[in-house]
């Protein structure tokens, strides 16, 4: 009984280990990072539990591409901390009995200001766009449902996205937000 | 900024779960110029910003909160008028910005109150008579006159503080109260830790199930039954010997009835609950306190040292 649904996964992992590497290098720029992610990606992998795969390729870009991400965002909240006055902060876990012992805060970028400059933003987008962008982001919509709700096709849900992101990406510059 | 570029990036970013994503073609275009990939990582960033802020973005559209935004005052550097409004500046003690401040965000409540998204995993109940800002729209700089209860997530990586009446409460995920009016600073853990201070003072760490009242430099500690912190939202106010004083600024904030306390009696510690909303309840429970006289006129009501011999 094969307990490993990712089999499949990790047959793909070495079939395209040198393409996905080439990836990583291309999309980080650092070729010592690149070979880290790609070991993560294989440790998330063997991890898994998930049902089958139509497509192990696929999956395993976006895992790795999902992993640049992560370490992307983590960078720029280092950025914010050294700008930022967080000074102290308590280490709270569960399970610990006595009380924590001050810690050196990251602080990430929580504020009811960010949600209203994105939200001013977002309304300024052009109509099918911000249509498109508010049903998938806010309201949760699949590309799909969007398409279904739009009366358009994937594709053109795909293009209102990046129209959306293009402009957004425009507005906030000057505000560094993304 | 390259538009462009951003528009590429949009376009690979918005494709990649599509069928057909062509992750070799996004290789060799990540390859072809470092800007490429910059150009990615801030369309997936400002992406990964919206998906983390979606609640209070979709909020803000909504207008939900219906925050009451303040607009500081829009400076400019003028030259023709600068050396005269930079005398005027100086001897009036202002500073001059060059650029407009970020505007605050002020939730006020009358009557009822409150619910506030300040983000996915934090939400604040603000209660009635209150007052929260965000400075500058941040929402981890918090200033509260009157009381709130606050519920956010541990997140290692986030941290709070909201100032009031003189203390900073700093947090990182907990839920917990404060309260705070001219008589005192009340803080009550529910769940986590948060830190309290003032000015430069060494800060305590206040843990789940303890409470705080500080009032000036004094500070008394005491425990506190997780289910009761923030009991007015349910409706009712608990307390354990709590000053008199503190209870009836309690109840003309959930009540909206104004409650005076003679001084000589004001630190009476008081123990039991109060319903809050049902006058007549109220009045008898407060006329209950051994030793103290409950009077009313038009202003509201009056505790007093009960008389004797009355």
New interface residues.
């Given amino acids: 009984m094969n307990d490993f649904p990712s089999q499949g996964l990790a047959a793909a992992y070495v079939e395209h280990r040198a ?1 996905l590497l ?2 990583l290098v ?4 650092q070729p010592a990072d690149a070979e880290e992610l790609l070991q993560e990606v294989w440790l998330k992998i063997e991890a898994a539990r998930s049902g089958p795969i139509g ?1 192990p ?2 999956y395993l ?2 895992v790795a ?1 999902n992993l640049v ?1 992560d370490r ?2 983590e960078v ?2 280092r950025a914010a901390r050294e700008r930022d ?2 000074d ?5 876990r569960a399970d610990s009995p006595e ?2 012992t ?1 810690a050196e ?16 933003a ?2 300024k987008l052009p109509p099918g766009a911000g249509r498109a962008f ?1 049903l998938h ?4 919509l699949s ?1 799909a449902e969007v398409a279904a709700r739009m009366g358009i096709s ?2 053109g849900v ?2 209102h ?3 959306a ?2 402009h ?3 507005l ?2 000057e505000r560094d ?2 | ?1 390259n ?1 462009a570029i ?2 590429a ?3 690979w ?7 057909d ?1 062509d ?2 073609g ?3 275009w ?2 072809a110029d ?1 800007r490429h ?1 910059e150009a ?15 609640v ?6 909504d207008g939900f909160a219906r ?1 009451v935004a303040i607009e500081a005052p829009e400076r400019r550097w003028q030259w023709p008028a600068l050396a005269a409004g930079l005398a005027a500046a100086i001897v009036a003690g202002v500073v001059l910005v060059p650029a407009r401040q ?1 505007a605050d ?1 002020v939730w006020q409540t009358e009557g009822a109150t409150q619910t ?1 998204a ?2 996915d995993d ?1 939400r604040v109940v603000l209660a009635p008579r209150s007052r929260l800002v ?1 400075l ?6 918090l200033t509260l006159d009157g009381a709130a209860y606050f519920d956010v997530a ?8 909201i100032t009031a009446g003189g203390y900073q409460v ?5 839920r917990f109260e404060i309260s705070s009016a001219a008589a005192a600073t009340r803080v009550a853990v529910a769940e ?4 309290v201070t003032r000015g430069d003072a060494q ?1 305590i ?1 206040l ?1 789940a199930g303890r409470s705080l009242v500080a009032r000036g430099t004094d500070i008394a500690l005491s425990p506190i039954v997780a289910d009761q912190v923030a009991s007015w939202r349910g409706g009712t106010l608990v307390y354990a010997h709590m000053p008199l004083a503190l209870v009836a600024e309690d109840v003309a904030r959930y009540s909206g009835v104004g409650v005076t306390v003679d001084p000589r009696i004001a630190d009476r510690p008081f123990s039991g609950a109060l319903t809050v909303g049902e006058g007549a309840a109220l009045t008898n429970a407060l006329a209950a306190i051994p030793d103290v006289q409950l009077r009313r006129d038009p202003a509201g009501m009056h505790l007093e040292p009960r008389r004797r011999g009355g």
Avoid at chain 1, 26 to 29: D, E, V
Avoid at chain 2, 56 to 61: E, L
């Fill in positions: 393409q080439r990836f291309a999309r980080t720029g497509d390729r696929a870009y976006r591409q991400l992307v965002r720029k909240r006055w967080a102290v902060t308590l280490d709270q009380p924590a001050p805060a990251e602080a990430a970028l929580l504020a009811a200001g960010e949600a209203q400059r994105l939200a001013e977002i309304a508010r982001k806010l309201e949760g590309h994937r594709k795909e293009g996205m990046a129209n992101l293009a957004l990406r425009r906030l510059a937000i993304g | 900024m538009e951003d528009a990036a949009a376009r970013f918005a494709g990649q779960d599509s069928a994503m992750w070799e996004f290789t060799a990540l390859e470092p990939r990615f990582d801030a369309i997936a960033l400002l992406d990964d910003e919206v998906t983390a802020q979606r209070a973005i979709r909020d803000a559209v925050p970020p965000m506030i300040l983000a934090a965000a500058n729209g941040d929402a981890r700089r541990h997140r290692p990586d986030r941290a709070l503080t700093r947090d990182i995920g907990t986590g830790q948060v830190a800060p760490a843990t």
